[in-house]
């Protein structure tokens, strides 16, 4: 993969080892992102024999033909970015409540990151939680964690009781601000709470986009008496965007022409090569 790139100024590269909570998937995820001159037709690009720097044209078309799940998408003047996946075991056929794409980085330097995230599936819910640790590092880091160990104790309950019992269990760390939010796809009901400065935005058919509330405060430490969850409707097309604030606020997925016809993380990938602010610890979910 990064052959194939070789000649282009590479933003970054993220490889993620991971388990699908969900599935019990074991695998590795690999996403590859870079500054080049980006393609007009990644179709034919992907055919072997085809090459813009005279080499013979097969690295796009292994990459994925050995790849369990591929994906990519690229602009002209812009970059691309690509997604491999490979499982120990076959995928089992069930198909997913939810889409979700995640980017998670850690400030350069660190080799612990701050920011963490939690999906979890109960029934017709589906479990989403954002906890970024104060600071960076290793010490944000199992603020983060201790945040997120706590939360399977606590379902069962509105996220706004479940902020109070996790902010009870992360007193003896540095502190998080975190996000929790219920998809429940029989009543079509997103029910949310957070506490401090995670970018929470739900984006409906057309573009309209409605920014969801959060508290001050710091889990851990100090969370409003006035907690409360919040509900509104979740539609079939809907989109919800997560955030820590290592990524800027200022983005426009109207940038990405054709991108939600890809994997969500290419979506969430996006947004970190042209929004990462590179001083913090960066975690981006995109949600459908």
Known sequence: ??????????????????????????????????????????????????????????????????????????????????????????????????????????????????DNYLFLKRGNVEHIALCDGLGHGEQASKAAITCLEAYPETIGKTPAEQLKEIHAAAKRTRGAVMYIVHIDMNERKLHYCGVGNIGVKLISIGGKSKNCHSYNGIVGHSVPGTLHSYTIDWEKNDMLIMNSDGLNSRWDIQKYPGILKHDRILLAAALYKDHCRGTDDTLVTVVS
């Open 1 to 114: 993969l990064k052959v194939t790139i070789t000649g282009y100024r590479e933003f970054n590269n993220a490889y993620t080892f991971g388990k699908d909570k969900n599935l019990d998937i074991k695998g590795i995820e690999l996403i590859s992102i870079d500054n080049g001159p980006g393609m007009d037709s990644t179709a034919a690009m992907i055919s072997d024999g085809v090459s813009t720097t005279n080499t013979l044209g097969h690295g796009l078309g292994a990459i994925s033909r050995l790849s369990d799940q591929f994906d990519i998408y690229s602009l002209k003047g812009w970059g691309t970015i690509m997604l491999c996946r490979l499982y120990v075991h076959p995928l089992p056929l069930k198909k997913k409540l939810i889409n979700t794409g995640t980017i998670m980085v850690a400030k350069d330097g660190e080799e612990e990151c701050g």
